[in-house]
């Protein structure tokens, strides 16, 4: 995968995240009766994140890209998806049946991001490694 892929998925993560932080504080009265919790926790979980989208559209505008953000980011997003599927599993009566579904189903997504990342960040590394060693004639 190229950088500019990777960048590209990067900006998809900040547009994403953006969406959700921007709905999670706008809607949180919508959210939290889905989720059929209270409506601090939506609005919490928004505001918690301003930060998060702000360090990844800095991340994302960075030339070149900064390898040790993306592997933070990556794992932000993998770590995002198992605390999700702590929720879940570990406190069943957390979340209605139907925010379960909602929070899986978003755990998902942002999993592939962090899947993506890793698999970028991955790639990003081995070409700069890769530039200026020589092959044997």
Do not use: C
């Amino acid at each position: 995968m190229s950088s500019e892929t990777l960048r590209k998925i990067l900006w998809a993560d900040v547009f994403g995240s953006g969406a959700s932080v921007l709905f999670s504080i706008a809607a949180a009265g919508l959210i939290a009766d889905w989720l059929e919790v209270s409506v601090w926790i939506p609005l919490a979980v928004g505001i918690t994140l301003v930060p998060w989208v702000w360090f990844l559209y800095r991340t994302v505008r960075h030339d070149p890209l900064q390898t040790g953000a993306i592997a933070v980011i990556a794992a932000g997003n993998v770590g995002w998806a198992v605390a999700a599927a702590i929720l879940i599993l570990g406190f069943p009566a957390a979340l209605s049946t139907a925010g379960a579904w909602i929070v899986g189903v978003f755990s998902l997504a942002v999993l592939d991001f962090g899947i993506a990342q890793w698999i970028g960040l991955s790639s990003v590394r081995r070409a700069r490694q890769g530039v200026g060693s020589r092959m044997p004639a």
